[in-house]
């Protein structure tokens, strides 16, 4: 059930970026929203478990769609001196699902059955398509390149086996032949997509924009912090829930001290990229980071919440410091007519974030 959301967002956010230069961003969102609302719908009634996998996959279509465009169009809402705090509060929100997923779901799964944790995505998609129409200007290329069925083909199929064989190698084991194979036709697949849009005129996949040091640089920090939240996050509910024996409201709960540290980053980052510059900002929340993981690696049975509260929050600081100057860089390196294929490279590392 979670894999179904996972390998489908993957596999369809450098398209889904692309549909909305062609297309227009605003266009792109509402139609991302609404799969993701009816997909909520499906799983709240679902019957049996092939049905909540359906529902899931369905969401993962629309969540590839919202991730990239709600980043795209903000190039063309806002300007340089705005743009950070813009990309520090869609950080923030984004990131808000982290704790407020368990948090909502746990209560929801204490007092209601167990759909009601998809119906909660209901209101907040149709509040977003509702912003979406009256507050958000259209923005669209109609000269940018066509979506290319071959290469969304490669790209999908490619970016799938890779991320499913990502998540069946630590339970199957990293020599199964199922993981090998799946390793083995992603490489293919995603080699076979790289050589075929370096012979297209207009590629779908630009590799001349990672050529470019600034937008690389921005896109290989957002990706290394994700990596290590995403590390840190998959390893504490567990330990806050079989360890200090807390339940998954509690658990939720636990997980606040990360955003206030986020928080703080958020409000704290654009003066310090002014002050010292973009990369600088980027290389001290990567060490801020680092050191929050390397206290994690240090937490015992015997640690207490106490200290996991403590690397929590220094984790949030150093997540914000990083990504949201990183993010920022990276969309500020792209042309406008390219801020939606560009957009899913700075954060297609961010996963699920949004809702439970």
């Not at 062609?22 to 499906?42: D, E, N, P, T």
């Not at 001349?208 to 996050?233: D, I, P």
């Not at 330990?239 to 709960?253: K, R």
């Amino acid at each position: 059930m979670a894999d179904a959301y996972v390998v489908v967002f993957a596999a369809l956010m450098l398209p889904a970026g692309l549909l909305g230069d062609r297309f227009g961003g605003r266009l792109m969102l509402i139609a991302g929203l609404g799969i993701f609302l009816a997909g909520s719908v499906v799983g709240a009634l679902a019957g049996d478990v092939n049905a909540v996998i359906v529902a899931r996959a369905v969401m993962g279509v629309g969540g590839a769609l919202v991730t990239p465009l709600a980043l795209s169009v903000l190039p063309s809402l806002f300007g340089p001196d705005e743009r950070t705090k813009a990309v520090g509060i869609i950080s923030a929100a984004s990131a808000l699902g982290l704790p407020l997923g368990p948090i909502i779901g746990g209560w929801l799964l204490n007092h209601f059955w167990w759909g009601s944790v998809f119906l909660v995505n209901v209101p907040m998609a149709a509040i977003g398509i509702t912003a979406c129409v009256f507050l958000l200007p259209e923005t669209r290329d109609p000269a940018s390149p066509k979506v290319d069925t071959v290469s969304t083909a490669l790209t999908a199929g490619g970016l799938g086996a890779l991320i499913y064989a990502i998540i069946e190698a630590p339970t199957r084991g990293w020599g199964d032949p199922l993981v090998l194979g799946m390793f083995g036709a992603a490489v293919v697949l995603l080699a076979g997509l790289v050589l075929r849009e370096r012979r297209t005129e207009r590629p779908m996949l630009d590799m001349t924009l990672l050529a470019q040091r600034g937008f690389l640089f921005n896109t290989v920090a957002a990706t290394l912090v994700m990596f290590v939240l995403s590390g840190l996050l998959f390893v504490l509910p567990p330990y806050l829930q079989a360890v200090l024996g807390h339940d998954a409201l509690g658990t939720g709960l636990r997980l606040l001290p990360m955003m206030g540290g986020l928080l703080v980053a958020s409000r704290t980052a654009q003066p310090v990229v002014a002050r010292f510059g973009a990369r600088a900002a980027v290389s001290a929340g990567l060490v801020v980071l680092a050191f929050a993981g390397l206290l994690g690696s240090r937490t015992t049975v015997d640690s207490g919440y106490g200290f996991t509260a403590l690397w929590l929050s220094i984790a949030g600081l150093g997540f914000g410091c990083s990504l949201i100057p990183a993010m920022n860089g990276a969309l500020g390196a792209l042309p406008r007519d390219r801020a939606g294929w560009g957009s899913p490279h700075a954060v297609e590392a961010v996963g699920e974030a949004p809702g439970c």
